[in-house]
């Protein structure tokens, strides 16, 4: 681009005997010279549009040194005025004229500068671009679709809000039982006037009821999703995730509960000899049922290190009444069910210490813990 210079001396305008100024072939008083000096200098010295503006002002400005001397005409005589005022007129438009042309050598500069900064090589590759990043609970249930999905079960799906029977009562919850106690459940204005108040389901074991009294067996299905309960703490959160588990068919046994259980978890953790152990316990929707614990270095977190037990999730045959509840024979129809939380896995597979972090939003945690959303999740990540 053309930044020729072409503020200073114009072609009318050449130096006079001594230090004075002839402009168009007038001489200049020394007042009007100084001025015409000190404004060249003062444009040389301007290197950006900010430094050209405060120059502009100074000199043609209402309170600038041109526009001062032109007020100072009014004092003059007649023929002092005519002459002085001709002298001031062809100094403004000669100051004028260098003032632009600074303005637009000073705009050609930084245009010339903007593009040589701003330029582009289109032959080089793309810069790698910042993206979100999969949160470790959508991965873990990804994770866990991909590995009971190979075994042949399917995701289904149920609302948040239930009922009292699909909740409790069809699962063979009594009336008595802790789970329906308000410090422990979240309950809902009621739909009807005398009806059961609605709750935010404590569990997604009314996927299964729903699932059971709409399908014919037979049946194979995880349900994960959201749960709730009265519960917070640095392992406990009153919303949170779960993911269970249904079989139903015939000749269905213990034998076939157990080795799901441990052909999952050992692909999920990723440790092929994980020492996993059946101990009795109690569910009101499962006979016989039993807690499942894993093998781990309790000083180390290591999991299938050391002589220590973790308990990781609950199991069982499903009970003969949460069958007939559904509509199901159990003379004929035999299934086991598996429950397990989804964030306790998590924080066990990724060693994470706290379950808070999991729902306060902060990007620097999850640009740590979070997965690529490019790379979907495969079988093979837990095997």
């Known amino acids: 681009m053309n930044t020729k210079k072409r503020w200073g001396f114009g072609p009318a305008e050449i130096r006079g005997p001594g230090s004075g100024f002839f402009v168009c072939g007038v001489a200049m ?29 100074g000199v043609l400005g209402k309170s600038g040194k041109l526009t ?80 009971f999905g190979a075994m042949g079960f ?68 995880i349900a994960p999703g959201r749960t709730y309960r009265a519960d917070h703490d640095a392992t406990h959160s009153p919303m949170f995730h779960q993911c269970e588990g249904l079989v139903i068919g015939r000749g269905i046994t213990l034998g076939h509960l157990k080795g799901t259980l441990i052909d999952f978890l050992r692909a999920f953790f990723g440790v092929p000899g994980l020492p996993v152990r059946f101990r009795a316990s109690y569910f009101p929707f499962t006979e016989p049922s039993m ?32 069958l007939a509840n559904c509509g199901i024979d159990p003379r004929e129809w035999q299934g086991f069910a598996f429950g397990m939380g989804v964030e306790r896995v998590t924080m066990l597979k990724h060693g994470i210490a706290d379950l808070r972090p999991f729902y306060d939003s902060d990007l620097r945690w999850l640009r740590h813990y979070g997965f690529n959303p490019l790379a979907p999740v495969s079988l093979h990540e837990g095997v």
Do not use: C
């Open 68 to 147: 001062a001397l032109l007020k100072t005409l009014g004092q003059a005589t007649p023929e002092e005025r005519k002459e002085r005022g001709a002298a001031l007129n062809r100094l403004k438009e000669a100051l004028s004229e260098a003032i632009e042309a600074r303005r637009v050598e000073l705009e050609s500069a930084a245009l010339e500068a903007r593009l040589t900064a701003e330029r582009i090589d289109i032959t080089r590759p793309p810069r790698p671009r910042l993206t979100g990043a999969i949160h470790p609970i959508s991965r873990t249930i990804e994770e866990m679709t991909a590995i």
């Open 29 to 57: 008083s020394d007042d009007l010279t100084a001025l015409r000096e000190e404004t060249d200098a003062a444009l040389r010295d301007a290197a950006d549009l900010r430094a050209w503006d405060a120059v502009r002002v």
């Open 291 to 322: 807690e499942v614990d894993i093998g781990w270095n309790r000083k180390t977190g290591e999991l299938g290190g050391g002589g220590d037990w973790l308990e990781i999730l609950g199991s069982g045959m499903v009970q003969p009444k949460v």
């Open 154 to 221: 399917s995701v289904a799906e149920g609302p948040d809000v239930e009922g009292d029977w699909h909740n409790f009562g069809a699962l063979n919850i009594p009336a008595h039982h802790p789970a329906r106690a308000d410090h422990d459940t979240f309950y809902l204005p009621s739909e009807q006037e005398g009806a059961a108040p609605r709750v935010l389901r404590t569990h997604t074991s009314p996927v299964q009821i729903r699932t059971m009294l709409n399908a014919e067996p037979p049946i194979r299905i």
